[in-house]
């Protein structure tokens, strides 16, 4: 009974190559998006601020780690699913999108496909519900773009690991329960480990100041001698491999979820366009406003494609990190200029924040960013074609 | 004590509806297909009296008349909670033959309380209740806002003008309930739409029965004409323009 208006475009009748389960899910996530985001993210977006108490309902309502077995707190889904749950929550905002991508793709995923039977009874079940918040450390203040590079490390002391140096950019890093570290062992391959809160020598300062992801927390991870178990190591992965099939996960759910802030300024837009009259009719019937409004549905109808044809390449295990580095790259870049363009369908009442095309604005310069820049993922194309890494 | 509840499948209430075949149906091209939000409601409302400890609820099924197009409204309604659904094999061709239909399967299935929206959301015409209590046999309670049940007895809400009347009912009977009977629909969560894959939905075969009208013809509302602005110095205008042009004085 959500009175919020949406009419979400679907010119190439995409539903119709979605399960009725799929679209249950899809429609369920919005309807919550409606209820408990809408109203609110505007004004959680301007104080800078977290809407720390959606965590609990994301857990009841089954968006963190949909595609993880149910025996450990998931819902047995697929990825068409996964991505369709991307879509609507990054509709409500990029920043709420971003905390279940994080639970899901760079939590939860690392610990049940690299982790221990203990450590996925230990944690699992608990991220599902958003008892336990996740964070992902990979990224360092010298070393994005190549983390291969990355200076954290891990010294074997016996019976124990112990644990220093620096993340940056870390969403949700200040109220983590759990830390996936990526950091490198004695012989220089790079581990991933599990950081628990409370660990002496962890310390996670927040990142202020941001423009973009406002209703998200960004911060440091810093390690100073942090003692780690040994049976915190995930002892099922060693090298790159591992954090990068972590984000192949996420990036494809930013793929999908991208879409979503497009839509959501396409929508809004084209009901303005048909409310605000100038020159005695509605601002939609002038050409130059149908070319922004019809390129804007043209690149949304291709970025659903793209985006659908993965999700079924990934359900059948065929799906590659250069596929998915080229949805990515193509739908982030697509949803960028949408937000610009149907933010001027507006006119001036594009940059208040009685419409969403600002704040997603500011939010997909963020996700333009993260998760592979869009520059490297144009390059990780073009070693595809040629054989030859441009980004070495 | 076991709840069936009337679910009819309805387009988004925001869908832009366009007529075709000489204004004798409507587009269901892209049209987004919702629970009727008062059945959904209502279905809210049966769920959270199950979840009531030590309720006598121990069963609540969903039905809808309708085409397999249907099924996915269905199945929503498990994954909210519902343990099974019926589908009667038909399309829905009035109030009657919907009330009629699932008369027969209430009389085969014996549900202590049958639970219908006030309308539905698509031609509004409020009469399935009403009329399946009448074909049943059993008492119906109009305009239901609450429902509750206390010592095994069932209490229901009415809200009348200034205030609410309190009524109390034997089972079985049919309510017939509008908003305030939950507050909000429930939304399914993704563990309720994964149990949903092994949930029964039983498709019937409809039983004889003929519809008592027949929809031939619909018309668009006429479009709204455009809102004139008077400015405040010329307020006769606004006179002579009701006189002139409204024809209202």
Known sequence: MANIQYNPPDHYLVDDLLSDEHKIVRDATRDWVNRSVKPIIEEYFEKAEFPRHLVKELGEMGAFGPFIPSQYGGADMDYISYGLIMQELERGDSGIRSMASVQTSLVMYPIWSYGTEEQKLKFLPRLATGELIGCFGLT??????????????????????????????????????VGIVWAKDDEGVVRGLIVEKGMKGFTAPETHGKWSLRASITGEMVFEDVIIPKENILPGVKGLKGPLSCLSSARYGIAWGVIGAAMDCFDAAVRYSQERTQFGKPTGGFQLQQKKLAEALTEITKAQLLAWRLGTLRNEGKSTPAQVSMAKRNN????????????????????????????????????????????????????????????? | MKILV??????????????????????????QWIINPWDELALTRALLLKEEQGSPITEISVINVGTKD??????????????????????????????????????????????????SSDYNGSAVGGMLSELLDVPSVSSVSGLFIEDGKVKLNREIDGGTQVLATETPFVAIVQKGIALDPRIPAMRGIMMARKKPLVVLPPADIEALTEYIDYEMPQAKSACKMID???????IRLLHEEAKAI
């Open chain 2, 6 to 31: 009337c679910i009819s499948n309805v387009p988004d209430t925001t869908t832009k509806i366009k007529l075709v075949n000489n204004n004798s149906g409507y587009d269901k091209t892209g049209v």
């Open chain 1, 140 to 177: 360092e203040p010298n070393h994005g773009s190549d983390p291969g590079s990355m200076k954290t490390r891990i010294k074997d002391m016996g019976d124990h690991y112990l644990l220093n140096g620096a993340k940056m950019w870390i969403t949700n890093s200040t109220i983590a329960d």
């Open chain 1, 332 to 392: 982030v870049e697509i949803a960028l200029n949408i937000a610009r363009e149907m933010r001027q369908v507006l006119g001036a009442m594009g940059i208040t924040n009685d419409y969403p095309m600002m704040r997603h604005s500011m939010n997909l310069e963020s996700v333009i960013t993260y998760e592979g820049t869009h520059d490297v993922h144009l390059l990780i194309t073009g070693a595809e074609i040629t054989g030859i890494q441009a980004y070495k």
């Open chain 2, 70 to 119: 249907t099924e996915p409204t269905l199945r929503k309604a498990l994954a909210v909670g519902a343990d099974d659904a019926i589908r009667v094999d038909a399309e829905a061709k009035d109030a009657y033959y919907v009330a009629a239909q699932i008369a027969e399967v209430v009389k085969n299935n014996g549900y202590d309380i049958v639970l219908c929206g006030i309308e």
């Open chain 2, 232 to 238: 405040e110095d010329n307020a006769g205008d606004m």
